[in-house]
Each structure stands twice: as structure tokens, then as C-alpha cells.
């Protein structure tokens, strides 16, 4: 770790009463989430760049923690620069890590990434909704996206996670990529599918969950939300045999 | 803006200790209704008219916003006296206007007015509610309305939305409009719907989501309250294969 | 009203710092009953009788207003000694009638003084839950009963709602009863059906709801509990062609 | 009871300010299982022996009590160190037994025991989720296991409930053992299944409910949750016709 801060300097980066600071709002989206039922268990991460407020840095939640649970001083925080794609385990740059033993910078960082340079987003949630995983059993083994029309919920998703808004009669599509053992392997998959569908606000990950970005923390999660409820509708949906496209 | 107030004058009238005052009502409201899934996302307005409080002004909930976050400064007053039907974009008098950056008008606004000049209703309200949408996917296409019979529930809901309380042999009906791409233009169909209508509490938009109004706050969230279970129930039942009129 | 107490003699029975104070529980549960969904609307009501608290008194929740904002001044309280039957509308005992205005006695009064009379218990609870009210859905038009065996949790159900309670083994049963335009309307064929199934701990209304009581509230609340559980899983094991009887 | 402690030395057994002592811990956790839909009625048990915090004690959440209404005050304390396995109503050692009236020590005593002594497990966690019952009943009468692969959360899943976590290419299979009339008849099928199927992280009980343990509270509590999100996603798997093992 090539961290030059004192110990002083690496927590006033995570301690502030400004309740709209990245390492107050992971911990209170968290529990938010949590309360949803999207990050139950250990499962789904959650990270924050923060343009609007630190542009230069990026706050992380911890893996290995409850997410419900999660303090201020359990985030982690990298600066945007990095001389390469962050993975976990290998050498890279960190401005705080957490001094409470067990929390583990979580395994998504490199996805995350994807979506901060390929996206220029300035937050992105990942998510184990069941929703977003059952909607991938319920589409055939080798189908390559999610689409979907006719929604007014619709309206609430900005092309490509950070561009204009999308109309209510525009068809939302959302590629879908198998999982890995090992979740930073997604990395290139997840690339590629954000390259073939430059359009997409979110990425689902089969048998998995979801990652959504956005400009802002803001954007970032009303667009999980609209999505999540588009997940939900398109699976009651599929179940009912009713089309996802069209206006029948 | 043709606003006369002074800043002083404009804050005064969203700011008071009286919990049932308009403005820490909506913004109570929104939270409970963000915890019923009613308004995710940036989804789902609330506006309300204060027969009971301030007869001659309306209170609307800003759009553009997380409806769980929004509090009493964040809300727009307008006469209820207007040259006209006060569109979104359109020339027309505010008393007060939030200055926080980014916040917007609800679009919603010409079709509350529907609420209130066609039923003189005192409080409308618009949700996102997936049951709502499910019930409507679930109708033909070419259905105009829903219907409903002996049910308990049918019992909290008043004829036209605002008159005497149905009774348990009474066969609800409310009309199902379809989506447009811009929720004002919606005005006009929901304006014939209620003409034809003249009994039904609520419109629903395919798709969509409904509106609800009431003489008051609370009979348009009890109303609101009532009605969502009736859709809920319904969906169960059309996809249970049970009539939905009829005691059979 | 033959209330022969002074105001300052009517507020005591309502204000106490005790929370097991059936003024303060009856508010106190009727927010967490709306949070499950029980009592949304203006639907379900709640009445204690305290044989453990006071034993002379009927505590009763209010109706026509949201069940999650009662507070203990709206409460009513009647003596539990009554020359007959209490009917909403007719000539009867009362302790303490709330001040404010629109509230009224629950229609259920008549309902519960069966529970009362006919079971000793000490506390019923009415609710609107949609799980109960699917139940009888799914039940042929002409079914007398519900019944349901060998599930864990019929053993936190007692004979009757106040004996003994049931074995795993035991089958669980419970009359159905036909819904009637005005609520003290089943009050004869509530009593019929208790007269007929004595062991029953409920009573389940058509396209209506469920009425529980037990000897004190907590029996009351946590037979309530159960049963909707049983109702909530024998409604999913109806929907998936699974038999309700018998260990298959 | 063989209790040589004074009534201080026992109360201090219980009552400390530390949010993670077993005492504070149970309350908490019963409360918000109990809004999970984990324990509602007098359903579920708790229990925590504290390797991790004091390694020779048993801390037991009582019996015949609302689980979201548990204190500090009404928790059981046992030593670790028993001369055989206790079984309520059996001789046995106490440290402390709650004075309240009316609360009983859980009769999942000995089922809890099975996870210490056989796993070394350092808490262990008993619901009645319906996720575990509907899918002991959406498996044939005579099946001896659940099974699935191919899920995200698999790997929040540890073998054994205390070894390594699993990967998402292996496949989780949990016993499933018949019901009895007397929880504590469970003991011996209980501890033949763990025997039989060692890398097993938990136990279901046909139309009963999960028996889950981990090496500490947040291990099993967090298993718990993984394990409830698969048992949901398998019950809306096996009802869509998808097979739960494989990657079709």
C-alpha cells in the first residue's frame, strides 16, 4: 500500500456530519438496501466515486461485513488514478483502508471500474436482487440480453446509465453475461458487453444479480430501483406468459 | 412566476409545526409510500389541495427527486384559483417555488386538476404501484375498465371518489386509460374517463400506474390504501383463475 | 350514553405510562398490524377486553380512522357488563367515548362480545389480511371450513383460542362463514359456527377476513400470528395443487 | 438447578452495554427476524453459545414469548460443560433462569447442542421460514436432500456451516428430516443427518422449518440469510419447472 496519509488524514477522508458524504451514504444506502432484501447475507457490494463531491476519490464498501451494519470508518477508499484496473490481492494504490480486522475490500472493485471508465459514472451498486437473478433463469440459456417496452417505470433510466432519459416507448435492453467462479473475472466479460451495447444503463450478471451506475449517487440508485422494479414486472410478467415488448 | 410573496412570506408556507399541515404531510407520506413500493425510483407523485387547511392553495410534491427524502422546503405552492389548467412548461402563478437546484414540478399537476375541479376532490394522489400495473397488463387490451365485486374492502372506497361509501354488493369499476408518452398529455383522457365515469374513485393508466383523490388527505390515502389492495387481490385471482364480479 | 364518570375519571382509563395498558397496546399494535398489511385502509379493527388488566372493562379501537395513527385518546372503553348484546347504533353502556370528532364504535363490537361471551376470551382481533381472504377465494363456494394438518406452527394455536394447544398432528379447522352486507350482521352466524365448531380458535369470513381471540392479548397477537402464517402457506400449497391434510 | 451463583452475579451474566453480548445480541437479532417473517408467533428459537465472547457459556433466547418483544432479562444462561446432552424437563445445569413468569427454555436445547458438540459451531439459529417449509413440501415425500448449484450465494455458504465457503461451482445439499410431535424428538434424526451428510451447512424439518449454525452469531446469522434467499429462489425455481441443479 503506497498510502502517505497519517492516520489522522486517512480518517478525516471517511468522519463528517455532511450526511450526503460517500462514507455516510454507503452506510445508510446499505442499510436501506439491505431492508429491500438486495444485499442480504454477505452478498452485494457497493461503491461510490464521487465526482460531485471528492472527484479524485473512490469510497468502497468492505466484503466480509454485514451490509446492514457497515460504519463510516469500514469504507475504504483508493484515489481515482491508478496506474491500472485496481484487483483485489494484486498491487495497487489505497488512500485508507479500514483498521477493523476481517473487512476485505470487496471483490467487485475492478467491475466497478468498468463502469467509472468506460461510463465516466460517478457511482455504481451492485446488487444479488432476486428479481434481477430470476429474471436471468427465466430467460433462455443462450440469450444475450433483457429488453423490455411499454413501461412507464422506463422513463426513469438514462441511456447508457448516464445519457438523456430514456421515452416510454423505447425499448430498454440489457445484456446479460454469464458468471465466474471468481467475481473480478466478470471483468472483461462485463467490458465487452458494455462495449456491444453502449446504450445499456446496467449489466446483469446470470444466476448472480445486477451492477447499475449513474452520474450521481442519486441517479445511481433510483436507476437500480426503476430497474429492479422492471425486474420484478418482467418476471410476473414472464410467469403470466405475457410479452415484455410491445404494447399488446 | 408571477409571485407577489416575499421570501419570508413564501417560507411561511411550508413551514410549520402542525404535523397535518400540507407540507409535512406529503412529505411523511412519500416515505411511508416509498416503503410500500408505491414510488421508487423518481416514480410516483402526491400533490394535495387543502380543502380542510388552506382552502385556496395546493401544495405539490417536486419532481426529479427521491420521494423518500423529500421534505417540507422542497414543496411547491400554487393557488388553486388559475387563468388555467396549469401545465408543466406553460405560463401560469406559483406562490412559492423550492430553490434547491434541480427540483421540478411534478407533471402531474393538469391531471390533480382533473381531481379537483371535476370532483372537487381536496387531495389526489398518483402511484407507480405494481399491482396497479400488473391489473392492467392482465385486462384484454382493448378492456375500458375493472371491475370488482363482493369484496370487504370495496366498503373503504366512496362513490366518485369523494361521495357516500360503497357497500359490499356494489360493483366497483374504475376506467383504464392508456399511456402516453408525456404524462400531461394524459389530461385529456382522464378528463373523458371521469366524464363517462362519474362513480369511479380512481383512473388507472396502462402501464402505468393510478390515480387516486379524496375530500381530504386522509380519505385519499385510505382510498389509495383500499384500492391498491383490490388491485393486489385481483391480480391473484385473474391469475388464480377466479371471476373477479360475482360471488361464486 | 349512561357514562356516569367525570371527564378527569374517562381520561384515566386511557392515559397510563404502563406500555401493557390495553390503551397503549391496542395503538401500539395496530401500527405494527399495518406494517403487515393487516389493517390498511380503514379496514380491520382490534378490541381488548382486559380480564388480566381489568376485567370490568372493554377497550375498543376506533372506527373510521388509520389504524396506524390511533392514539389512546381514541380510544372507547365499555363496561364489559352489559344488559345486552353491545350493537353499534342502539341504546348501550359506555365508560368513555373519545372527544374527537368522526370517530365511531367499530361495527365489529357485536363480533367480538361473542369472542367474549361465548369463549371467555380476554382480547380479539379482527383483520382484513389478504391471505385469509384468499384462503376462503380458493375454497369451493360451499365449503363449511378450512382445514390444515401437520405443519409446525398449528401447535401455536390453541383448541378453541384459550385451551390446551394443539399437537402437531391434530388437524386444525376452521368455519368459513358467508360475509353480510353490514358487519354486525354475522353476528348470528359467527355464534352459530362457534356453537358448531367449539375447538375452532377462529373465524374465517368470505371475501372478508379473519376474526382471533385468545385468554390475554399476547395469546390474542401471537394465535393471530399463526393462523396467518397456516392461512399464507396453505394458500401457496392450494396455488401449487398440494393437499392441505396429511403428511404426503 | 445446580446454580451457585448469587441473584448479581447472574443478572450481571445478562445485562451488559456492549451491543455484541450474547444477551444484547439475541434481543436484536429476534427483532429483526421477526420482521423477516422468521419467528412470528412463538415460533423460532434463538440460541448463541459465545466462543468468541465467553467461550464455557450458552446463552438461550426462552420459549412462550414474543420473539420481537425478548430482553436482556428473559435470556437463559447455561454452562457449556453438561453432563449430558440437556433436554428440557431433564436434570441439567443453569447459570441463570430468567425470573419473569411464564418463559420456558426452548425445547430446540438439545438440537442446539447437536451444532456445538458435533460442529464446534459457536451460535446457532432456528426459524420457521415459510422459504424452508413451502420447499420441504415442493420435495417428493421421500426425498432425503435439497439440492442446488449455480447461485451467487452459494458462496456465502460455508462446509460444513464452519469450514471454508463454498464456491459457486459446487453444489449446496442440505438434509431434509421428518417433523416429530416433540421438538426435542428432533435430537437423534437431527444428529444422524448431520453425521451422515458432513459437509451439510444446515438441517431443514419437513413443514417445520431450518436449523443453521455458524462460528459465530455473524456467520450464522448471515448463512441464515444466504441460505433463506436460496430456499425462496428454489421454491420460485421448482414452481417455474427449473431444475436446481445444473446451468441450463
Redesign the interface.
Known sequence: MSNKLTHEEQEALVISEDPEHPANLISELCREFYKL?WV????GGKSMSSNSYLPEHVYLAPSGV?KERIKPEHIFVLPFAQSSVPRPGSKRDFLRIPSKKGLTESQCTPLFWNAFTMREAGACIHT?S?HA??LT??HP?DAQSFKIS????IK?VRIGGVGKTL???NTLEIPIID???VEEDLTESMAAAMEKYPDAPAIL?R???VYVWGNTW?QA???S??L??LF??AV??L??K?PLVG??
Open positions: 432484501g442480504t447475507g454477505t452478498g454485514q444479488h432476486q437473478v430470476m433463469l427465466l440459456r411499454h413501461q412507464e417505470m426513469g421515452s416510454f416507448f458468471n465466474t467462479a450478471v444466476r448472480h444479480g442519486e440508485k433510483t436507476q430501483e426503476c429492479d422494479y420484478e414486472i410476473k410478467m410467469l403470466a405475457l404494447d399488446n
